[in-house]
């Protein structure tokens, strides 16, 4: 029996004005799978991951998520955004909540989760992403690597079936990407489904099972880690590789 995959997405396209942005888009990924988007910037890469729980509206095609196509709107699309976690390249931390409060506002607002029992599942997050004593600071207390991991954390406490990553580590200073790519390596081992759209060739290597090249709208090439990297099929990704593995 093959796994129904948790998400699909079958000939998408989208345009901003003249702008062809996702090109016939086919993917599908499986539950625990982690598939690593790559690719030169304005490939359309952040907009795929936006339209799986569309913050981006698309022209024709369909997403399934779950089986269940995206609904439009109202109580079904808010359904679908907790099971649907999304991680930004800026943190979207509300400054004037507590770290605590950031993590449990979701699912006591939205679950409806009783607040001692979300406080508890805070506080085991914050432990999960390492900052468990910076429970009861403010995002701005923080350093953002911190704070990006606070978002990991928020995300995860919607418990959803998958987290999309849009370039999470692209707004941090360089010492801080390790300890929020640490993270991420720990859920994808922990058998979490992620979406990750990064620029982190070594995290793609290390944690995908699956890396997905884009350019110009298209997924041009499709791989696992090893095979993508070592032996990249199409001139496209050969030509990407060489520009960013000689640094």
């Known amino acids: 029996m093959t796994a129904t995959p ?11 004005g003249e702008l062809h942005v996702l090109r016939d888009i086919n993917l599908s990924v499986n539950a625990g799978e982690v598939v690593v988007i790559i690719g030169p910037s304005g490939s359309g890469k952040s907009t795929l991951c936006r339209t799986i729980n569309r913050l981006e509206t698309i022209d024709s095609g369909r997403i399934l998520v ?4 995206l609904p439009a709107e109202g109580r079904a699309l808010a ?14 931390l509300f400054s004037h909540m507590t770290v605590l ?3 449990t506002l979701g699912p006591t607002k939205v679950l409806k989760i009783p607040r001692a029992q979300a406080t508890l599942r805070g506080l085991e997050l914050l432990e999960r992403v390492r900052i468990a004593d910076q429970a009861h600071k403010y995002p701005a207390q923080l350093s953002g690597g911190q704070q990006q991991r606070v978002a990991i954390a928020r ?6 079936k998958v987290l999309l990553f849009d370039e999470p580590t692209s707004a941090l200073d360089p010492e801080m990407v ?3 790519l640490d993270v991420m390596t720990d859920l994808a081992r922990e058998g979490m489904t992620m979406i990750v ?4 060739m070594g995290f793609a290597r290390r944690a995908a099972d699956r890396v997905v090249f884009m350019a110009d709208g298209q997924i041009v090439e499709e791989n696992t880690p090893n095979e993508f990297f070592t032996n990249p099929r199409t001139d496209r990704a050969r030509d990407f590789l060489s520009k960013i593995l000689t640094h």
Request: zero cysteines; hydrophobic letters at 40%; glycine letters at 4%.
């Open 6 to 16: 948790l998400v699909v997405l079958e000939n998408v396209n989208k345009h901003f």
């Open 66 to 69: 779950n089986g269940q196509p």
């Open 79 to 92: 359904r679908l955004r907790s099971d649907v976690g999304m991680v930004f390249q800026s943190f979207n």
């Open 101 to 103: 409060e950031n993590i």
């Open 155 to 160: 995300a995860l406490a919607m418990n959803p």
């Open 178 to 180: 390790q300890e929020v």
């Open 197 to 200: 759209v990064t620029h982190e």
